[in-house]
């Protein structure tokens, strides 16, 4: 969303601003190529990128033996999303919702995958038979107590975090900052204007007790990627995924191009998944885009209504 006030950035990150505009594209196979580079050396992925997408995370299940959409399907899908669906009245009651001025879906992947998921081949979560009964369980329960407390609405409703690490993209929002200083790599998710501090010096993780919303990151280079592991999620996460405290994320960003950065990012969570699985996007530079304040008062406002309707519901 592009209409709000500009917050002023973490403090140790402005350093980063000292560094060279990128300009230049690399090999894309993560070994040393000609990607740009900082003042320091390191490859440079500075800029502000977009993670929206109109290829689901997961292929659905009429797509079942279809690894890519043909261009007329992925033409059609990006008109609907991106055009007609805002030239179609709300029905009768309804207030309706943003026009198509606050909203960004992107488009489908240019190889019109029609999943982000590479691993496995069928496209779709390898979730475990226990894993699909606890989320059977949890959406009966929401059904039947979508507000009994503020605990039961989303860490989005409640205006903690949004996306989660690593983000799915939603309507609007998707947008990666990323800053680097040396031995550092910042990166700022537009919504809720998170950021990730990842040091690059080899520390040790956090201890297992030390848990945080959007897990702990540790970063090293391999060749021109970025190699990003992220765990020490709290049990208070709630990702865009079935996870749980103990979910485990392996980014990898490479800068395929002048103003493209492939990502690349490994779920590993015995407990959720019978195997690992991978997703792979291309992330397009955003020139001259400008990240606003996301001024989030669902919180302030949305949250104790909420409540208070249910409780009226109730009655």
Excluded: K
Excluded at 31 to 49: H, M, V, Y
Excluded at 235 to 251: D, L, Y
Aim: hydrophobic content about 35%; proline content about 9%; glycine content about 6%.
């Amino acid at each position: 969303m592009r209409t709000r006030c500009r917050p002023t950035l973490v403090t140790v990150c402005t350093v980063a601003l000292l560094a060279p505009v990128p300009g230049a594209a690399q090999t894309g196979n993560g070994a040393q190529g000609d990607a740009p580079r900082t003042a320091w050396g390191d490859p440079d992925l500075q800029g502000t990128w977009s993670y929206a997408s109109l290829t689901p995370l997961e292929r659905p299940a009429e797509l079942a033996d279809r690894e890519f959409f043909t261009p007329e399907e992925a033409a059609d899908r990006n008109e609907y999303w991106n055009v007609t669906r805002f030239e179609t009245r709300p029905p009768p009651g309804s207030v309706g919702a943003y026009n198509a001025a606050w909203l960004d879906f992107g488009t489908v992947s240019p190889d019109r995958r029609t999943s982000l998921i590479v691993d496995p081949a069928d496209g779709r979560l390898p979730l475990r038979a226990d894993t699909e009964r606890r989320l059977a369980e949890r959406r009966e329960y929401q059904r039947l107590h979508p507000a009994d407390s503020w605990r039961d609405l989303t860490n989005w409703d409640r205006c903690i975090t949004y996306h989660g690490v690593p983000p799915v993209s939603t309507g609007y929002n998707n947008t990666y900052q990323i800053l680097q200083a040396p031995g550092y790599v910042f990166i700022r998710v537009e919504a809720i204007h998170d950021v990730r501090v990842i040091p690059l010096d080899g520390r040790p993780p956090l201890e297992d007790g030390i848990r945080q919303w959007n897990g702990s990151s540790r970063g090293r280079w391999e060749g021109d990627t970025l190699v990003v592991e992220t765990a020490n999620f709290s049990p208070e996460t709630q990702h865009r995924f079935p996870s749980s405290p103990g979910t485990r994320a392996v980014e990898r960003f490479t800068r395929v191009a002048a103003d493209t950065i492939e990502h690349e990012f490994t779920i590993e969570d015995p407990t959720v998944y019978t195997r690992p699985w991978t997703a792979v996007r291309l992330m397009p530079r955003l020139p001259g885009y400008v990240i606003y304040e996301y001024a989030c008062h669902e919180g302030n406002y949305a949250l104790p209504n909420m409540l208070s309707i249910q409780r009226t519901l109730e009655r």
